[in-house]
């Protein structure tokens, strides 16, 4: 099991609050090594935003953030996954 929070990078976790076929909303954390933020991720077929502000996390990361809802959302037909994990290392995008 990895660390809540990692030593280098940051760690993206999405859960799911409510679905339907078309869209979800999500409860995302995001952790880097010294702290965590949190936001509310709105993922619809053809894009992400975001419902209200990001609070603590840093804007870089919540671009990688919206990419991940983003790809999400192209899982045509798929369900919605109820718990994401994503680690991304220093400078991936």
């Given at each position: 099991?990895?660390?809540v929070s990692p030593h280098h990078?940051?760690?993206?976790e999405l859960?799911?609050?409510?679905?339907?076929?078309d869209e979800a909303r999500y409860d995302a954390?995001?952790?880097?090594?010294?702290?965590?933020g949190t936001a509310r991720v709105h993922v619809r077929?053809?894009?992400a935003s975001l419902e209200g502000a990001a609070e603590g996390i840093?804007?870089?990361?919540?671009?990688?953030?919206?990419?991940?809802g983003r790809a999400l959302g192209r899982r045509d037909g798929a369900p919605w996954p109820?718990?994401?994990?994503?680690?991304r290392a220093p400078?991936?995008?």
């Open positions: 099991m990895h660390a990078g940051v760690r993206f859960l799911l609050v409510e679905a339907s076929e954390t995001v952790f880097v090594h010294d702290h965590a077929r053809d894009g840093a804007e870089a990361h919540v671009t990688q953030l919206l990419a991940l109820r718990r994401i994990n994503r680690w400078g991936v995008r």
